[in-house]
């Protein structure tokens, strides 16, 4: 995070900020899938935006090792990546909510 554009306070922030919100998304992904995908799809569209800023130039690229995941990935690999893991979490919201929406209210007793 200290590679980027970003003050130092605040690039020591997100340095924490941005791996420990990831692993809390996960956490909700298997504990309560509809505020894990929301806030997966969150997560995405921030480091899409972000991706999209340094694709136009707006600010000067700077070298990002994403923790070493992605060496060898520039940023269009980045962005295609993410953009299809937000379609993913998107489409899986999607599912969910038909889903959901398709599941009785209240469940009955057999016999009633």
Sequence with gaps: MHKQFFPAPIATLLAYFVPVLAIISLVFLVFNLKTGLLLSIAYLTAIILFIVVVLSE???????????????????????????MWTLAVIALYIYQKNKAGMPKTATRVGS
């Design 58 to 84: 707006i600010i000067a690229k700077e070298t990002c090792s994403c923790a070493g995941i992605f060496k060898e990935m520039n940023y269009k690999g980045h962005l295609v990546f993410s953009l299809i």
